[in-house]
């Protein structure tokens, strides 16, 4: 699944590091390509970098998932049983949802970021390659920006991760319990559920992703990437205004339409497959506790 959409996600980390506006007279005359959209992106990688251009970063990418995943609905789940358990009085279930996914994204993100790092970094390389393989990138961050170089835009990441996930789960326990008796015949109310609150949630959040792959480039290879010409923000405050003073409100939402066409599929996928596993693990407690001793 992974290998498939990994075009998509170089697409759109693509469309997301350009640092102008497409109605900016200039953008056509500058070194770095104007990419117009997800198609004219595809194609000018695939002339001007080869098949293999949409795979950059693919490595890493496959790592961060299996991890993030890993990590992410050990936590939610870890959280929400504290939540039921813990408390004096149980939270409502929306902000326990709110909690937990909240809880879990943050936990994912921190623990997975320096692999989202890389796979920004490689995908954002053109013709030039700034890292020759997965093991000189690692040397080369350590070597010349430290151990924090690994860490970079981890604050936005968080900033993002937090509200996305709560919303997101909070979104798919609401609609779910409202869908499931519709008995859909596409994975049921679980992957519908996931899908839409994937959508909602990511809309909600993308400028701060948006900003996440800005800083992620940042730092003494910045002007060696496709773009060589990203500005220096400082913090992610100031990247929002920068790229709604000179993108406008449209720059704060480039590559939205592939990052969802990406997301909700996967999501609804996830959130299915997860669901089935935890209803057949449960059936095996249940059947372990009726086995007569």
């Known amino acids: ?9 170089v697409v759109k980390i693509r469309l997301q590091l350009q640092p102008y506006s497409l109605s900016d007279p200039l953008a056509p005359l500058r070194e770095a390509p104007a990419y117009r959209g997800t198609v004219h992106t595809i194609k000018h990688i695939l002339k001007h970098e080869g098949v293999t ?5 693919n490595v890493p990418a496959e790592l961060l998932y299996v991890c993030y995943s890993a990590v992410q609905f050990t936590a939610y789940r870890s959280t929400t049983v504290f939540l039921q358990t813990a408390l004096p009085t149980r939270l409502p279930d929306s902000a326990e949802t709110f909690v937990a996914g909240a809880v879990s994204g943050a936990a994912a993100t921190g623990a997975t970021y320096p692999l989202d790092l890389l796979r920004t970094r490689f995908a954002a390389q053109g013709r030039h390659r700034v890292y020759s393989s997965l093991r000189s990138a690692l040397w080369d961050i350590h070597r010349d920006e430290g151990f924090r ?20 789960f909070a979104s798919y326990e609401g609609l779910r319990l409202q869908l499931d008796p519709l008995h859909l015949p596409w994975g049921g109310g679980d992957a519908t559920a996931g899908m839409v609150a994937s959508v909602i949630a990511k809309t909600a959040i993308f400028p701060l992703d948006l900003v996440r792959k800005r800083i992620q480039v940042q730092g003494p290879t910045r002007g060696k990437y496709v773009y060589n010409d990203i500005p220096v ?3 992610a405050g100031r990247a929002l205004r920068v790229i709604f003073q000179t993108e406008g409100l449209r720059g704060l939402y480039k590559g939205l339409p592939i990052s969802l066409v990406k997301a909700a599929p996967a999501s609804a996928i996830t959130l299915w497959t997860y669901e089935q596993s935890l209803k057949l693990l449960m059936s095996f407690d249940k059947d372990e506790k009726e086995a007569p001793i």
């Not at 290998?3 to 998509?8: D, G, K, S, T």
């Not at 251009?53 to 970063?57: A, H, I, Q, T, V």
Request: hydrophobic share 55%; net charge positive; aromatic share 18%.
């Open 53 to 57: 251009g949409l795979w950059k970063g």
């Open 1 to 9: 699944m992974r290998f498939i959409v990994a075009p998509l996600d």
């Open 233 to 235: 923000y400082t913090s």
């Open 149 to 168: 170089g690994f860490f970079r835009g981890l604050a936005p990441a968080l900033g993002q991760i937090v509200p996305f996930m709560g919303i997101f």
